[in-house]
């Protein structure tokens, strides 16, 4: 076995609560210390007392280290991540939206080549990554002395939080600098909307939707499943649909329990877009379309044929519920 | 003011690409290229500050082999004032990119650089961020919308759950999401004046920069998407299968 690798991971949260995307990492770098052993710290950037709290209960966590206050800013929560991570062997963050602007900033910093979007771990210094919108998968050997790494929060398992007694608190300060970037506005999209990337249902249409009209019948289905609404490149380029419903290479990825697919011939920059979903239905006229080799089952007919079948029977199901 | 846009070039991402035969890399020789889709909304962004007088240069700079050159004509032709082909005959990685355009950036001073939030390609979408890191300047990540007025520009950023807008002052790096805007279509006589155009060489290597790759490809891979593909021949099987099977309905 070789030295003990020292893994610190970025904690990012949710109304306080630990987030999936930090709970996924922590699986990463449990992964890294199964290759050769080691330990997990977390680096939090914010000191409230309650994701301190949540983030001290994780299971594999021997110690939560906070900055003695809420580092505001992106460039200086890297300045600060940074200057921890220089004595680490590997630092670790979910792939979400602060992990993308803090990491690469982390990266430069340290003068090594980030690794973004791990889906699988092979040895403490070989990661398995997606290129090509999926449709290849690339290992590579980090020759880097710290490895900074983003995992795709689907590809590891949330980590659980512990029996017992919570992991030690280490207050470390903040090094100066200015906040220079100001948040003026957060969107939380619309309230009640599932969001493409997390849905477990989508329902998505492609150019053989035919129109506005179509998706609205698409959209009716979607919110009758809980889910959410998507479309391929051919309906967002005809403006059925708007640019940020657009799934696949150019678009958005989708891991959802359920993809139903209407009017979509299953081009493969959609394909590599979609092909972490549990269970793929299409619907399309076309019998030759690629999107059925692609599919689990599937309908030759028009979609128009059996939407209303569709909506119908979950109108009836709700109704039953409600009676 | 000037802007910076830095582009890539990709294969066409209409393209399947397959794994070379040795499983060690792409075979992307003799594929059609295309600017990286990105990159084309930053320069149609760059493009429409000039055209607002906001920005009063545009310079269109690449890192790549002789074929990159090509593409900087097709951004000069989209309304980019200036063309920087920096020449390199190895694939730079994202450090390496970011390390030449922050040299590029002291020599040519912008107060705006814009690229794609990601390339097409390797998709590990860091340079801009890494970018802003080297000059120590702010950044706005994933951007559906600039406002830029009196040196403040104002960023609304694509987040994990809706958006977040941010402002910081200039200069500053800018990544383009897809929605961010729709790239124009040059037209025949500004193609034709950008075939005449001079495109300004420079060497990576003549940066004095350390370029070398930090990653070892081990091994590279096809995943197959292929599935069952079931037909059913109803609407009533269809109903019954995503009762039974999905767990829905």
């Known amino acids: ?323 | 003011m000037k802007a910076i846009v830095a582009i890539k070039r990709v294969v066409d991402p209409n393209i399947e690409v397959r794994v070379t035969p040795d499983g060690m890399g792409v075979a992307t020789a003799n594929l059609k290229s295309t600017m990286n889709p990105y990159d084309e909304n930053a320069l149609e962004e760059a493009v429409r500050l000039k055209e607002q007088a906001i920005v009063t240069e545009v310079v269109a700079v690449s890192i790549g082999s002789k074929a990159a050159e090509e593409m900087l004509r097709g951004a000069l032709a989209q309304g980019a004032t200036r063309a920087v082909h920096v020449e390199s005959a190895e694939p730079l990685d994202s450090l390496a990119v970011a390390k030449v355009l922050a040299a590029i950036c002291e020599r040519e001073d912008p107060a705006l650089v814009l690229l794609g939030r990601q390339a097409v390609d390797d998709e590990c979408g860091a340079v801009g961020a890494m970018l802003a890191s080297l000059l120590n300047w702010d950044q706005g990540i994933c951007a559906s919308k600039i406002h830029i007025a009196d040196r403040i520009v104002t960023v609304r950023q694509s987040a994990d759950s809706g958006t977040v807008t941010v402002e910081m002052e200039l200069p500053a790096v800018v990544t383009a999401d897809f929605c961010l805007n729709t790239p124009r279509t040059p037209g025949f006589a500004s193609i034709v004046a950008a075939k005449r155009a001079k495109v300004e060489k420079i060497t990576a290597a003549s940066l004095g920069k350390d370029l070398r790759p930090r990653h070892k490809i081990v091994h590279m891979e096809q995943p197959d998407a292929g599935r069952g593909g079931v037909i059913l021949e109803t609407v009533e099987g269809l109903l019954e299968k995503l009762k039974m099977e999905a767990g829905f309905m």
């Open chain 1, 1 to 323: 076995m070789s030295t003990d690798h020292e893994i610190l991971v970025f904690a990012e949260f949710v109304q306080g609560a630990v987030a999936d995307a930090t709970r996924s990492a922590i699986s990463a770098a449990a992964e890294i210390v199964r290759f050769g052993g080691g330990r997990v710290t977390l680096l939090l950037g914010t000191s409230a007392s309650e994701a301190v709290a949540s983030a001290s209960r994780l299971a594999g966590v021997g110690t939560v280290i906070v900055p003695q206050e809420t580092v505001e800013g992106v460039g200086r929560l890297s300045d600060f991540v940074s200057v921890v991570a220089s004595d680490y062997t590997h630092l670790i963050a979910g792939s979400s939206s602060l992990a993308r602007a803090v990491l690469p900033r982390v990266s430069a910093s340290l003068d090594v080549m980030q690794i973004s979007d791990v889906v699988k771990i092979l040895d403490h210094d070989t990661f398995v990554r997606p290129i090509y919108g999926g449709s290849i998968l690339a290992t590579l050997q980090s020759q880097d002395s710290i490895k900074v790494i983003t995992a795709r929060s689907l590809s590891f398992p949330s980590c659980e939080d512990r029996p017992g007694e919570p992991a030690k608190v280490q207050v470390r300060s903040v090094p100066e600098g200015m906040a220079r970037s100001r948040v003026i506005e957060v969107e939380v999209g619309e309230v009640g909307k599932v969001e493409l990337a997390t849905a477990r249902v989508v329902v998505a249409g492609g150019a053989g939707m035919l129109g506005a009209e179509g998706f609205s019948q698409l959209g009716e289905l979607a919110r009758l499943l809980g889910g959410a609404l998507g479309a391929t490149r051919a309906a967002v380029d005809r403006g059925y649909a708007s640019k940020d419903l657009q799934i696949g290479q150019s678009g958005k990825s989708v891991a959802p329990d359920l993809y139903l697919a209407f009017g979509i011939s299953g081009a493969v920059q959609h394909i590599v877009g979609i092909k972490d979903a549990k269970t793929i239905v299409a619907i399309n006229k076309d019998a030759d379309a690629p999107i059925f080799k692609f599919s689990d089952f599937g309908m030759v007919c028009d979609a128009f044929e059996v939407l209303p079948a569709l909506i119908a029977s979950l109108k009836n199901r709700d109704a039953m519920r409600k009676a």
